[in-house]
């Protein structure tokens, strides 16, 4: 039996219109099993469209039982699409925070978040209507709230924002809806995100 992975979120981490395997936890998981390290796939708590808000009633309901050896957070775009205060979010991601922390054994260093992409450079942006300018100082808002908490509590940050500005316009980087990130894309958060959670669950060295 492998280590326990506990995958919070919302679309980015159910993968909207990507199959199983090609889902960002998923793709970690396998890549860190392909190391030695038994991780095994994901215990998923995520649903297109769903809030800070909606993500924590949501986990009251699912109740998952048992201590995770490690958790992933990704969560908030749906406040920002909603017009919510990066105050609000703050708080919000921060109680999500913990409760990963808590499924993790209260461990916060097997606890890995990673920030929120950034859609206004998707072809759904721009046919929105929406201020993209202001899509983007929003989530960079709330992504400074969410490293501010994380650096708080000694909880790995990720940035995977900085990518899907680089590439989140190129159709391979998308799904046919124009918006969500395609397998591709995830594949590149999980390059980012490899090295860190490598860290966070690789064995202590002994010395001799």
């Given amino acids: 039996m492998g280590l326990r992975y506990l995958a ?3 679309s980015y981490t159910i993968g909207e219109a990507v199959a199983v395997e090609g889902r ?7 890549a860190l099993r392909a190391e030695g390290i ?35 957070l990704l969560i908030g775009v749906n406040n920002q699409y909603r017009g919510r205060s990066a105050a609000e ?14 499924f993790a054994g209260g461990r916060a260093d097997r606890v890995l978040v990673l920030s929120i992409p950034d859609w206004s450079v998707t072809p759904f942006a721009a046919a929105s209507g929406r201020d993209l300018d202001a899509i983007a100082r929003e989530l960079d808002a709330y992504n400074a709230t969410a490293r501010e908490a994380c650096s708080a509590r000694g909880v790995a940050f990720v940035d995977i924002t900085a990518v899907s ?15 969500h990130p395609s397998a591709t894309m995830y594949a590149e958060w999980t390059r980012l995100a490899l090295p860190v959670a490598r860290r966070l669950l690789q064995p202590p060295r002994t010395t001799p």
């Fill in 38 to 72: 038994a991780l095994d796939d994901p215990q998923t708590i995520a649903t297109t469209g769903w809030s800070t808000d909606e993500l924590d009633a949501a986990i009251d309901a699912a109740n998952p039982q048992g201590r995770f050896d490690f958790a992933s």
């Fill in 8 to 10: 919070l979120g919302d």
């Fill in 165 to 179: 500005r680089a590439r989140g316009a190129e159709p391979a980087m998308l799904a046919e809806d124009g918006l």
């Fill in 24 to 30: 960002w936890p998923h793709r970690l998981a396998q």
């Fill in 89 to 102: 979010y703050a708080g919000e991601f921060a109680a999500l925070l913990e409760r990963a922390i808590g």
